[in-house]
T-cell receptor, first 119, second 115 residues
Framework: GAVVSQHPSRVICKSGTSVKIECRSL??????MFWYRQFPKQSLMLMAT?????????EQGVEKDKFLINHASLTLSTLTVTSAHPEDSSFYIC???????????????FGEGSRLTVL | GENVEQHPSTLSVQEGDSAVIKCTYS??????FPWYKQELGKRPQLIID?????GEKKDQRIAVTLNKTAKHFSLHITETQPEDSAVYFC??????????????FGKGTLLTVNP
């Protein structure tokens, strides 16, 4: 089946620094990837839709200047949390589905997730 | 936009009993309804999904039913086992066959199966 890989799985940083999280589709080309945020014991909240070769589409209330998304290739999307603060501590998880013509069944595959802790 | 409500938030059953989780959605255009299982600290895994052109789908001990008129769908797990213990999320989306649809998730149900 399709595999989406995310890195790093855990990161601890100091307040004010920036952190980059990578999301890769390993066996298919993903023109679209999604970034979610999950607080402890809560649901997955969509932050933004990452579009290869164009600007990301952000959900209402998500600061695009704080959460920079770059989808530079068909297999890689990155999320950079800029000037991180303790309230940015969370579980960030990416997802993607196979494009049409490559066995798209509608299933959304998730990365392993990245747990960010900002001190 | 789409709004998905999920109940109950927690569910505790005895091993061997059945578990039912219910969700409602608001957008009548939604046509794809997956269910995900998430163990602590891990990624969500798809366990079953249903599209709006069918009313019921079953896969071994897991089944999902969909009532388009009432805009609700349910997950049924029979003969529960301790390894079924996890958080279950329902979701809804409009899937036109492309890859750029987005899922709206329910708030999750923590299922505990007691041995």
């Amino acid at each position: 089946g399709a595999v989406v890989s995310q890195h790093p799985s855990r990161v601890i940083c100091k307040s004010g620094t920036s952190v980059k999280i990578e999301c890769r589709s390993l066996d298919f080309q993903a023109t679209t990837m999604f970034w979610y945020r999950q607080f402890p014991k809560q649901s997955l909240m969509l932050m933004a839709t990452s579009n290869e070769g164009s600007k990301a589409t952000y959900e209402q209330g998500v600061e695009k200047d704080k959460f920079l998304i770059n989808h530079a290739s068909l297999t890689l999307s990155t999320l950079t949390v800029t000037s991180a603060h303790p309230e940015d501590s969370s579980f960030y998880i990416c997802s993607a589905s196979r494009p049409p013509g490559q066995g798209n069944s509608g299933e959304l595959f998730f990365g392993e997730g990245s747990r960010l802790t900002v001190l | 936009g789409e709004n998905v409500e999920q109940h109950p938030s927690t569910l505790s059953v005895q091993e061997g009993d059945s578990a039912v989780i219910k969700c409602t959605y608001s957008d009548s255009a939604s046509n794809y309804f997956p269910w995900y299982k998430q163990e602590l600290g891990k990624r969500p895994q798809l366990i079953i999904d249903i599209r709006s052109n069918v009313g019921e789908k079953k896969d071994q001990r897991i089944a999902v039913t969909l009532n388009k008129t009432a805009k609700h769908f349910s997950l049924h797990i029979t003969e529960t086992q301790p390894e079924d213990s996890a958080v279950y999320f329902c979701a809804a989306s409009i899937n036109s066959g492309g890859s750029n649809y987005k899922l709206t998730f329910g708030k999750g149900t923590l299922l505990t199966v007691n041995p």
